[in-house]
């Protein structure tokens, strides 16, 4: 079954009785070239066992099938359960998950359906979501080797903004914080059913598994990061004074230990900065 011709996509649905909501942010893919391009990039290959983020009619998942040892997938939208058992029933290396992924037990089904494997995230992410799912994905420490995804232009923009740049935003330093990402390939609004308003791209983040702080530092980290950029116009020691109830004080003190400006703003400050001020600023934290 041809899951990118229109016509084919079209009668799927109709026979489903389904209709596309914006609120799940449900763009499907339609342009062939592309999902072959996600998996191929994206580790689905022997040995892998790739989760996926949203599945819709399956156009994605299918090729990622088609090279990965074994495909899971999480899938919001119960309405769709019906058509995929339609247009994947002939793998028998997909399992599909019908549940909310800010939700489901993601480090339970790498280690339960992907045991032996390696594993990759692969997904044409629902846009409304994009960097607080990125952000799980970091955050929770998954065992996985890459995160391939599909996001706007401008959000891919930000992902791939030098940390201390004008571009950088809170999603930036997390990836930073755990591996590197890079803009693997431009994809336009006409290549989606229904049509976007906005091109996307595909990025790729490389996960370094190495621990960089600990755990309790990491935490204390990502308050900080989140804090600054909330309130990016603000100096940094207004914000954390602010949102972490920090004395200014004790912010000056510790960013001239560093030699930095009491007036900084948390975008100019370099991923070293940020860890080496991490590990100063929890000492009047607590
Ligand atoms: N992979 C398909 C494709 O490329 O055509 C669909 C991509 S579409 C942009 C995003 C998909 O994510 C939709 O199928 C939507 O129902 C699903 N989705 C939205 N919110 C979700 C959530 N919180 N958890 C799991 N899936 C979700």
Redesign the pocket.
């Known amino acids: 079954m041809n899951l990118t011709n229109i016509g084919t996509v079209k009668d799927i649905l109709g026979r489903h009785g389904f209709n596309f909501?914006k609120g799940?942010?449900?763009?499907?893919?339609i342009n062939p070239d592309i999902?072959p391009k996600i998996a191929e990039m994206g580790n689905a290959r022997e040995g892998y066992g790739v989760l996926?983020?949203?599945?819709?009619?399956?156009?994605?998942?299918k090729e990622l099938a088609l090279r990965a040892d074994k495909v899971s997938a999480?899938?919001?939208?119960t309405r769709?359960m019906p058509v995929l058992d339609e247009t994947l029933k002939e793998f028998d290396n997909i399992k599909i998950y019908n549940?909310?992924?800010?939700k489901?037990d993601l480090h339970k089904i790498i280690s339960e359906d992907f045991a032996g494997l390696r594993a990759a995230v692969c997904?044409?992410?629902?846009?409304?979501?994009t960097s607080p799912?990125i952000m799980l994905l970091l955050e929770s420490h998954l065992p996985i080797d890459s995160i391939t995804v599909?996001v706007q232009k401008e959000a891919a923009q930000r992902l791939c903004a030098k940390v201390g740049s004008r571009e950088s935003g809170a999603i930036t330093v997390g990836v930073n914080y755990y591996g590197t990402v890079k803009q693997l390939f431009g994809v336009s609004r006409g290549s989606?059913m229904p049509s976007p308003n906005v091109d996307s791209a595909v990025i790729r983040i490389d996960i370094d598994r190495e621990q960089r702080l600990s755990p309790e530092e990491e935490k204390f980290f990502f308050r900080m990061v989140k804090a600054g950029f909330s309130q990016r116009r603000k100096t940094l020691a207004n914000s954390l004074c602010s949102m972490l109830g920090i004395a200014k004080n004790d912010v000056y003190t510790s960013l001239s230990d560093l030699g930095i400006s009491e007036s900084v703003r948390i975008e100019a400050l370099t991923m070293e900065q940020l860890m080496a001020l991490t590990k100063v600023l929890m000492n009047y934290s607590k």
């Open positions: 909501s799940l942010g449900q763009n499907f893919l999902c996926e983020i949203g599945t819709g009619i399956g156009v994605l998942t999480v899938e919001i939208d769709l549940e909310d992924v800010m489901a997904a044409n992410l629902p846009y409304y979501i799912v599909m989606f």
